[in-house]
């Protein structure tokens, strides 16, 4: 049973290799749910649990990059496993990770976080100490996570300060609904999410998964 209490002890996780990463988005999308974002800031760690997904595939009217390559999001055209952080509303930064081969863009949007390390300076980032609106949410993920565009075009499979890790528990059963959000391809259930899991951001009654 998930405790919504974060433990204190160090998390013991490795990275992922690129080569762990499917090359395809709907895939990757699926396979990120339960593993760790990991956030190695000078004094301390960030870390969550990532617990809801975005795929935004080849071809997808909705994904930015639909239109072909252009300098502001070269990160989606980059291989599978690279940061692709844009500013977006006027107010938040969001951070997807590019989802298939070089020179093909695509990628796979975090929107929410189950809290691990880091809660206070989380906290103290997002304004607020109640646990559930740290990282719900891809805006509140990343200014939890003190991700922006610094971070943008970062291998998440290397050796650098922003990374991502091996699953620290058995994951339960993912869910896939409706992306939310969009104005475009809006019927394609390429939102993953793992059921019961409180950290899931949006309308709880939109969640009623086909899978």
């Given at each position: 049973?998930?405790s919504?209490?974060?433990?204190?002890?160090?998390?013991r996780v490795?990275r992922l290799?690129r080569s762990?990463l499917?090359?395809?988005?709907i895939e990757?999308?699926r396979?990120?749910?339960?593993?760790?974002?990991?956030h190695?800031?000078?004094?301390?760690?960030l870390a969550?649990?990532?617990v809801?997904?975005?795929?935004?595939?080849?071809?997808?009217a909705?994904?930015?990059?639909?239109r072909g390559?252009?300098?502001?999001?070269?990160?989606?055209f980059?291989?599978h496993?690279?940061?692709?952080v844009?500013?977006?509303?006027?107010?938040?930064?969001?951070m997807?990770?590019?989802?298939?081969?070089?020179?093909?863009g695509?990628?796979?949007?975090l929107?929410?976080l189950?809290?691990?390390?880091g809660?206070?300076?989380m906290?103290?980032?997002r304004?607020?100490?109640?646990?559930?609106?740290?990282?719900?949410?891809?805006?509140?993920?990343?200014?939890?996570?003190?991700?922006d565009?610094?971070?943008?075009?970062?291998?998440?499979?290397a050796?650098g300060?922003?990374w991502?890790?091996?699953?620290?528990?058995?994951?339960?059963?993912?869910?896939?609904?409706t992306?939310?959000?969009?104005?475009?391809?809006?019927?394609r259930?390429?939102?993953?999410?793992e059921r019961?899991?409180p950290?899931?951001s949006?309308?709880k009654?939109?969640?009623k998964?086909?899978?």
């Open positions: 049973m998930m919504n209490t974060p433990s204190n002890r160090p998390l490795r290799r762990e499917p090359a395809d988005t990757l999308a396979y990120l749910i339960g593993k760790t974002l990991v190695d800031l000078s004094r301390m760690r969550g649990r990532i809801e997904t975005e795929a935004y595939p080849i071809g997808d909705a994904a930015h990059a639909f390559e252009t300098p502001g999001i070269r990160s989606l980059l291989a496993g690279h940061a692709y844009f500013f977006t509303y006027g107010s938040c930064f969001m997807n990770v590019s989802s298939e081969e070089a020179g093909t695509a990628g796979v949007l929107r929410a189950e809290p691990l390390e809660i206070r300076f906290q103290r980032r304004g607020t100490t109640r646990l559930l609106d740290l990282t719900r949410g891809p805006g509140r993920l990343a200014q939890a996570m003190d991700i565009k610094r971070v943008d075009g970062v291998n998440l499979c050796g300060n922003l991502l890790g091996t699953a620290l528990r058995r994951v339960s059963p993912i869910g896939a609904v992306r939310i959000g969009i104005t475009r391809d809006i019927q259930p390429y939102r993953f999410y019961g899991n950290f899931v949006g309308p009654r939109l969640l998964g086909i899978a």
